[in-house]
């Protein structure tokens, strides 16, 4: 079964840091590029950071730089997004997404994961 599932999620301080996994199978997962996107209540869903299926090449919004860093292990067919000095524009569902890099698949979305900067 071609899936994502992302775990990692919840509720955490200002200034405080979590890492956000994303679980791939029933595809050749190094052949994809991997992205999180994130949408916050009441916004479009934004494309956060973006890295291709070899490694080489990351992408990231302007807005994380230097807070966030996204990895990927092809080979436990894992993408992982450490982020750090989070804040309340933060807050949001956490979606991870796969785009075949060799082919014309369509693209795989994960269910979501949800982050919450507490007051």
């Known amino acids: 079964q071609v899936q994502l599932v992302e775990s990692g999620g919840g509720l955490v301080q200002p200034g405080g840091s979590l890492t956000l996994s994303c679980a791939a199978s029933?595809?050749?997962?190094?052949?994809?590029?991997m992205s999180w996107y994130r949408q916050a209540p009441g916004k479009e869903r934004e494309l956060v950071v973006r890295?291709?299926?070899?490694?080489?090449?990351?992408n990231y919004v302007d807005s994380v730089k230097g807070r966030f860093t996204i990895s990927r292990d092809n080979a436990k067919n894992t993408a992982a997004l450490r982020m750090n000095s989070l804040g309340p524009e933060d807050t949001a569902v956490y979606y991870c997404?796969?785009?075949?890099?060799?082919?014309?698949?369509?693209?795989?979305w994960g269910q979501g994961t949800q982050v919450t900067l507490s007051s």
């Open positions: 029933g595809f050749t997962f190094s052949q994809y590029a």
């Open positions: 890295i291709t299926g070899a490694g080489g090449v990351r």
């Open positions: 997404k796969a785009d075949c890099d060799v082919c014309d698949a369509t693209a795989i």
